[in-house]
């Protein structure tokens, strides 16, 4: 599976954004998928997951609420909806897959768990 991020850029404080993660594979339908993120000097961190069907998500406590993670099977993609931005969401998000979860409800939120990466895109939130 082959992950293209994109939708990044500079935003100002209290505004939106949504992020697309473009994959690539046969199996992506089946597959549970992860954003994460990287701000600057920090270690990288899981942000949302969503199951291969789109039932079941789960999110960080720092973005539950203002984030919405989504899912296309059929466009091969997955989105990241951004409200209510803050300064601290300011990072570099990356997508990843998770076989693990294969066909299941199971959520995965370590890092170490997915399988594939996306390049990363870049968000700058301004105050």
Not at 6 to 32: D, H, I, K, N, P
Not at 35 to 52: M, S, T, Y
Not at 94 to 113: D, E, H, I, M, V
Request: proline content about 2%.
């Amino acid at each position: 599976v082959q992950l293209q991020a994109s939708g990044g850029g500079l935003v100002q404080a209290g505004g939106s954004l949504r992020l697309s993660c473009a994959a690539s594979g046969r199996t992506f339908s089946g597959y549970a998928m992860g954003w994460f993120r990287q701000g600057p000097g920090k270690e990288r961190e899981f942000v949302a997951v969503i199951n291969w069907s789109g039932g079941s998500t789960a999110y960080a406590d720092s973005v539950r609420g203002r984030f919405t993670i989504s899912r296309d099977n059929a466009k091969n993609t997955v989105y990241l909806q951004m409200g209510s931005l803050k300064p601290e969401d300011t990072a570099v998000y990356y997508c990843a897959a998770n076989s693990r979860a294969l066909y299941t409800g199971s959520l995965y939120r370590p890092a170490s768990s997915y399988d594939y990466w996306g390049q990363g895109t870049l968000v700058t939130v301004s105050s």
